[in-house]
């Protein structure tokens, strides 16, 4: 069997593919690759994106409004 690689920033003990996002390529589902580098690239994005996400949140509780 051929090992696959998933670009997630999480551990995970279950694949769940009714979950993500439908506006992806192909829907819902969970995605695989067999090239280790391309997994490894998402891996890279998915965590600068969750840290841009969370610095947004972290100053967003910390804006005064009136």
């Not at 965590?47 to 947004?56: C, G, L, N, P, V």
């Amino acid at each position: 069997m051929k090992p696959l690689y998933h670009g997630t920033i999480y551990e995970f003990d279950s694949i769940d593919v009714t979950a993500g996002k439908g506006y992806k390529d192909f829907g819902k589902g969970f995605y695989a690759t067999a090239v280790p580098s391309h997994a490894e690239r998402l891996a890279i994005r998915n965590k600068s994106i969750a840290e841009k996400r969370q610095s947004f949140l972290k100053n967003k509780k910390g804006i005064k409004i009136g």
